[in-house]
């Protein structure tokens, strides 16, 4: 997901500049690989169509470029979901966005991943599952459904709940005793994160850097959490992103360094 990922903002940053139809179907054969690699990462669909709005082309142009993008990814994911039209009788991408999506959103949701056995569905879960892939899944996305708008407050608490899990920092630690070079890995690797996610934030204090193209990047950072906001955490969800963290860290030091006044000046 992650080559990919950044494939994709590439394509989007380069169409909000530099529109072309090579880009656009480029974008289109990324986004084509991506859903049938990590359907999350199809949120990047926001940042493509926010860039074809900043874009310099005329409206029938931007058209003609989005238009491009989708039939190519069509092209790209078309053959697996006519397989799956075949196979499981419905053109779908996957059979687990029910099932997400309603262990994200039950009377048992706490934001982080839990099994279905601790959930109302738990005891029916199997004769549930005999009935085929796509009936469980359809099933399972209504019953969430009908509990969010059931309980909008805690869908909406919850949520909030979620965006603040997946940004935190990661402190947590395995199981059993950790050795000392694992307590030092786990250590770097927080300070890392924190690092990156404070250099990310001075995107916005740096006027230079409060263009549009830093925008499409916090659209994409926006767009990824808001998927996980909808079904549930789990760490290891966020590092895709991560590498457009890193992106708006360097844009963040090159500004610094930018600013810094000749070695000559400050010598005198």
């Not at 990922?5 to 139809?21: E, F, K």
């Not at 190519?72 to 779908?92: D, F, T, Y």
């Not at 738990?122 to 399972?140: F, N």
């Not at 992103?241 to 500004?255: D, Q, R």
Request: overall charge positive; charged content about 10%; aromatic content about 8%.
């Amino acid at each position: 997901m992650i080559p990919l990922m950044l494939g994709v903002m590439w394509c989007a940053l380069r169409l909000a500049r530099q529109p072309s139809n090579t880009v656009a179907i480029g974008c289109g054969a990324l986004l084509g690989l991506l859903a049938l690699t990590g359907n999350a990462a199809l949120s990047l669909l926001a940042v493509l169509a926010l860039a074809l709005l900043l874009s310099p082309a005329s409206m029938a142009q931007r058209l003609s470029m989005a238009m491009l993008a989708l039939s190519v990814a069509l092209v790209m994911s078309g053959p697996w979901l006519l397989r799956n039209m075949q196979v499981i009788g419905a053109p779908v991408l996957n059979t687990n966005g029910g099932f997400n999506l309603y262990l994200g959103n039950n009377p048992a949701a706490t934001g982080m991943f839990v099994s279905i056995s601790e959930t109302p569905r738990g005891p029916t879960w199997d004769a549930l599952r005999k009935t085929g892939e796509v009936q469980a899944s359809e099933t399972l996305k209504q019953e969430a459904i009908s509990w969010v708008q059931a309980h909008p407050t805690a869908f909406l608490t919850l949520a909030v709940k979620k965006a603040a899990y997946f940004w935190t920092p990661p402190f947590h630690e395995g199981k059993g005793d950790p050795s000392p070079a694992e307590k030092l890995v786990r250590l770097l690797w927080a300070l890392q994160f924190l690092l990156l996610l404070a250099a990310a934030i001075g995107t916005l204090l740096i006027p230079r850097l409060r263009n549009r193209q830093v925008a499409l990047l916090w659209l994409a950072l926006a767009c990824y959490t808001g998927v996980h906001m909808l079904f549930y955490v789990i760490f290891r969800y966020r590092e895709p992103i991560m590498p457009v963290l890193a992106v708006m860290a360097g844009l963040v030091l090159e500004s610094l360094v930018a600013a810094r006044p000749p070695a000559a000046n400050r010598a005198r």
